[in-house]
């Protein structure tokens, strides 16, 4: 059984988002069902709704 990816990942993690990799990494600060709010590196904090953007885990 596969999950999606929001389910994984939980605040701390790093991640990027992979429409906009000039926003860097980011650290998740929350995640609240499908809603994750990051902290990216140059774009500051972004709302993401994880239904309509899957997060990629930063190899870090």
Request: net charge negative; glycine share 8%; proline share 7%.
């Amino acid at each position: 059984m596969s999950y999606p990816v929001f389910l994984l990942i939980e605040p701390g993690a790093r991640v990027r988002h992979p429409g906009c990799p000039d926003w860097g990494t980011g650290q998740v600060q929350s995640v609240i069902h499908d809603r994750i709010t990051v902290n990216f590196e140059h774009a500051g904090k972004v709302l993401i709704d994880a239904k309509v953007i899957t997060l990629e885990l930063a190899d870090e």
